[in-house]
């Protein structure tokens, strides 16, 4: 098949082109880093040629706010689209830009694949929920706290009734998430302040914040599963929330095992600067009609990806 991943080179798409490209023809289109910031000082792009190093396809370099972009995705005739490329960062508050690049461009995604009659699938994301209590579901409580959310349950919005897969990703975390640097998951960043024996930082209150925290593994084969599965918006966590707290201690007592650390360190707690757009409490409510199962318990996740992250450690 010819299967199209925008944001290919970004952190899910990466894991999703390097496998699909075994058995596929695997267009990857991204606007790659190119350093451009926005007014919170975050990159604009996190795609990297580096997240692609096992990447054996075609790769373009082109932005989703410019018709090239388009012009590629159709002159390759998909038959599959996965839909990535978008801005990813929940802390971008410039609405005009997180709209025109995550809203705008979704129109012109579902007409090509509309054109091309390829599957649909395409990232949404599980803070539309905000507050909602868990377990969170799809259709129940979807109040979004912050520009990103909004965008995304604007795009659930638009795709209802198309035959396109929405996947609600909750917490993901995993291999070729480095480059995202604050925006990378709590398990490299708690790692690697430990890796540097730093006092791993935590918000106040972390022992009564608790995430569903995904692993990548999961969500690359949760995206192979969407090709088969009906139109429609899923859910896509391990379906059990942990503490930040969990993470410190899952990490700080493998490395001990592992004889990379000697004894656990102490936390540090620091104050919550998001309090009024976050995420206390989250937990998939994962959906019976959907073929994905969750294979990896955080322990499990973690423990799979410390190589991968002891490597990151010593590269830097
Ligand atoms: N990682 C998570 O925990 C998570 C959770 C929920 C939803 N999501 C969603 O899943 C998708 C992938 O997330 P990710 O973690 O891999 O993020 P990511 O930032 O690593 O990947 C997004 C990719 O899109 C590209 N991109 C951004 N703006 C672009 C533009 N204007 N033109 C072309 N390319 C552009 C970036 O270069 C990047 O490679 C995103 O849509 C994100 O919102 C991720």
């Known amino acids: 098949m ?157 795709a209802k009734d198309t035959g396109a897969v929405g996947l609600r990703y909750f917490n993901v975390y995993g291999k070729n998430e480095f480059y995202k640097d604050t925006t990378a998951s709590m398990i490299l960043q708690f790692a690697l302040q430990i890796l540097n024996n730093n006092s791993p930082k935590l918000f106040v209150g972390s022992d009564k914040i608790f995430r569903d925290f995904v692993y990548i593994k999961d969500v690359t084969n949760a995206n192979i599963a969407a090709m088969n599965a009906n139109g429609g918006v899923y859910n896509v966590g391990s379906g059990k929330a942990r503490s930040f707290e969990s993470i410190v201690d899952i990490l700080q007592d493998l490395l001990i095992k592992r004889g990379i650390l000697k004894e656990r360190l102490q936390k540090t707690y620091i104050p919550n600067p998001y309090t009024n757009a976050y995420q206390f409490h989250t937990e998939a409510k994962l959906d019976d009609s959907f073929s994905y199962r969750p294979i990896y318990s955080l322990e499990d996740g973690i423990n799979d990806y410390l190589d991968e992250i002891i490597k990151i450690f010593n590269n830097k």
């Not at 944001?7 to 390097?18: D, P, R, T």
């Open 2 to 158: 010819n299967i199209v991943i925008t944001g290919g080179a970004g952190f899910i798409g990466s894991n999703l082109a390097n496998e699909l490209c075994k058995n596929h023809k695997v267009l990857v289109i991204d606007n790659f880093d190119n350093n451009e910031r926005f007014s919170n000082n975050k990159r604009k792009y996190f795609g990297t040629y580096k997240n692609l190093l096992e990447f054996d396809g075609l790769i373009y370099s082109a932005n989703l706010l410019d018709d090239e972009f388009y012009a590629m995705i159709d002159s390759f005739a998909p038959n599959v689209i996965y839909h990535f490329a978008a801005i990813s960062d929940t802390t971008v508050y410039d609405e005009e830009i997180v709209f025109k690049s995550n809203i705008n461009t979704f129109y012109k995604i579902i007409a090509l694949a509309k054109k091309h009659n390829a599957k649909l699938i395409y990232a949404s994301s599980a803070s539309v929920y905000g507050d909602a209590p868990s377990p969170q579901t799809v259709g129940l409580n979807e109040i979004p706290k912050n520009p990103y959310a909004f965008s995304k349950l604007t795009m659930d919005k638009i």
